[in-house]
């Protein structure tokens, strides 16, 4: 039986789609939870190693969990394929994905003048667990709950490109660090992610895909602090560049790749 919340998601698409990504980019992308647990946990706590990663990662696996009673409340959530088989194709289409992470990692050695490894395991583990948490959460907002409800409204073309919209937006809370320069490239980036991603969540039919490629775009910056203490960042003109060759990457295997998808981009 269809709700008024069912309803309302599939009447406004849109609108739905918004409030609902600037509720959860409000409430945790700030870290509500993260905010709370600082004032509950004691000082020696909260003084260990990587310890915001750790907070920051159950404030998103609780974002995670919150959005699972949401697509069940709006009875969307057996129409999210969570096909774990799905998981090598999508690792095959996300070539780029993959390319853009080593370019990653090569701009950054290239930077780093320092190269002395110190492993921090405790932080390594964390901000594994971090990547992991920021992946599910994510892409289950943007793919499995946004994108889902437009596909079943629209078609591929406008639902990938408008999801992927709303996904790249979504990233204007670092701003609120003050450095808006670097916001707005990483607005630009994550559109075109969201692309990609939409893409092989469709041709893979496999929400679990985009989760794992999207924890491995996250490896490098998070992991890195605590394998290579003085690493240094990635030149700003080699990541804008970098992106460029993501995107003809992307171009390229979306038309060759991806027949089936295509023909309905055309």
């Known amino acids: 039986m269809i709700d008024i919340n069912e309803k309302f998601s599939q009447k406004h698409v849109i609108l739905f789609s918004i409030l609902l990504a600037l509720a959860f980019v409000v409430i945790f992308g700030f870290g509500a939870v993260t905010i709370g ?7 020696e706590i909260l003084s260990l190693p990587a310890m915001d990663y750790v907070l920051s990662s159950i404030n998103n696996l609780f974002a995670f969990v919150i959005l699972i009673i949401i697509a069940k409340k709006i009875g969307l959530f057996e129409d999210i394929p969570w096909n774990v088989r799905g998981i090598s ?9 993959l390319l853009f992470c080593l370019v990653q990692l090569s701009g ?57 919209f709303i996904f790249g937006c979504a990233h204007i809370i670092t701003g609120f660090g ?25 041709k893979t039919e496999s929400l679990a895909s985009t989760i794992v490629l999207h924890f491995i775009l ?45 023909k309905k981009l055309l």
Do not use: H
């Not at 647990?37 to 000082?43: R, Y």
């Not at 003085?230 to 295997?253: D, H, K, R």
């Open 218 to 262: 996250n490896l490098t910056a998070y992991t890195m602090p605590y394998v290579m203490p003085n690493f240094q960042a990635m030149n700003p003109v080699t990541f804008i560049l970098s992106i460029f060759g993501f995107v003809c990457l992307w171009v390229i295997e979306t038309y060759v790749l991806i027949d089936d998808i295509t």
């Open 178 to 202: 003050g450095d808006w320069t670097n916001t707005a490239i990483q607005i630009v980036y994550a559109s075109f992610m969201g692309l990609l991603f939409g893409v092989i969540y469709i």
């Open 89 to 97: 194709k999508g690792l095959l289409l996300g070539i780029p994905v």
């Open 37 to 43: 647990l600082i004032f509950i946990l004691p000082p």
């Open 108 to 164: 950054i050695l290239e930077a780093t003048y320092d190269y002395s490894i110190a492993v921090n395991v405790f932080g390594v583990v964390a901000a594994l667990i971090y990547c992991a948490a920021i992946a599910l959460w994510e892409e289950f907002l943007c793919r499995g709950v946004i994108l889902t409800n437009m596909l079943k409204k629209w078609g591929i073309v406008k639902a990938v490109i408008l999801s992927a």
